[in-house]
């Protein structure tokens, strides 16, 4: 029997489920941060110069696909340059007066981290252009003629910002980060490395061949990898297994309806519905998202990046069409080939 409505299983986005889990497997250190070679290694010379000055860290920009890791490196640079760290999001700062309260709180050397650094509102950002460049925190007292500009010291911190939507960031504040870092997709062999050790730290008896099954359905995401990886250990668990192996991996996934190559329903409505309905394409967005009644944000930022990181889908100024690998998996004929 499947259990349904399971889109929540494969979403890059963090969940509630998801809060207390992350902070046990979250790494500490760099040293333990599975996968992104390249960026680790910028980083460590990054965060040594800054050490070897004494100073604090240029602000720094990560983008990069939801769950990939942008709020786990943030917090192990924290630990690294051994200063304290204070979280935020874009969206939480609605007001000058909420970001002012977390400027003049900060203290030298410390980090600020705002995820979803793109959904901050104008006024917001025109506050953080001074503080980033002078280290001043702008004030307007009073209304009118009489409106002073009040200016206070603020300490020398670091702006460490987060997005999934760096093209939405404007361009003066996104010229004001010394340094960029975008964080890929992870390769499976490094998901299944991810998985090894939050079995471990979980208590989880599994077998390398099981932990690569559900590698293999982990949408290239640690945070994916993890949530799967729990839902395995439930059905092992009520099925009265105390090792997890590959055919226990692959029934507890059959069961969520994810397939093989780590397709979900969904993932297959969308590239059904583009071969039958559409002739496999070029189709708008709007329009398959109407066809297939799903939200169309959810579409962009849930299914396609897998959809076309793997091969099932490609994306082009006339609209999206299906790859002959999709109509493959699912069984089509490509009458166009």
């Keep these: 029997m499947a259990l349904k ?20 497997l979250r790494p500490k250190i760099l040293e333990e941060f599975i996968g992104q070679e390249k960026l680790k290694a910028n980083l460590r010379i990054f965060i040594q110069a ?3 000055r004494r100073q604090p860290l240029e602000h720094a920009l990560f983008h990069g696909n939801h769950g990939l890791g942008k709020t786990t490196l943030s917090y192990i640079i924290a630990r690294e340059m051994d200063t304290e760290i204070q979280v935020t999001s874009g969206p939480a700062l609605e007001r000058v007066g909420d970001l002012a309260a977390i400027l003049t709180s900060l203290k030298d050397k410390s980090i600020l981290f705002i995820d979803e650094i793109h959904r901050l509102n104008r006024s917001i950002e025109e506050i953080l252009y001074p503080a980033m460049e002078e280290y001043a925190l702008d004030l307007i007292v009073g209304q009118g003629p009489s409106a002073k500009i009040l200016r206070l010291d603020l300490p020398h911190f670091t702006l460490i910002g987060a997005t999934t939507r760096p093209s939405l960031i404007s361009p003066p504040l996104r010229d004001r980060f010394g340094a960029v870092y975008q964080l890929n997709f992870y390769q499976p062999s490094e998901i299944k490395e991810i998985i090894l050790r939050s079995a471990k730290i979980l208590k989880i008896k599994i077998e390398e061949k099981a932990a690569q099954e559900i590698a293999q359905c982990s949408r290239f995401t640690p945070r994916v990898a993890n949530r799967l990886l729990k839902r395995v250990r439930d059905f092992a668990q009520v099925k009265g297994i105390e090792k997890i192996n590959q055919k226990t991996s692959q029934q507890a996934l059959e069961m969520l ?21 559409f002739s496999g394409g070029p189709i708008g967005i709007k329009t398959l998202a109407v066809a297939i009644g799903e939200d169309l944000n959810t579409i962009e930022e849930i299914y396609e990046p897998y959809l076309i990181q793997s091969g099932f889908l490609d994306r082009t100024l006339r609209g999206r069409i299906a790859t002959p690998l999709a109509y493959k998996h699912l069984g089509f004929k490509n009458t166009l080939l």
């Design 257 to 277: 309806e994810i397939d093989k190559l780590g397709l979900n329903h969904t993932d297959r409505r969308i590239l059904s519905c583009l071969i039958e309905k």
């Design 50 to 52: 800054a050490q070897q």
């Design 5 to 24: 409505n399971n889109n929540n299983i494969i979403s890059q986005k963090e969940l509630p489920e998801d809060k207390k889990m992350d902070l046990n």
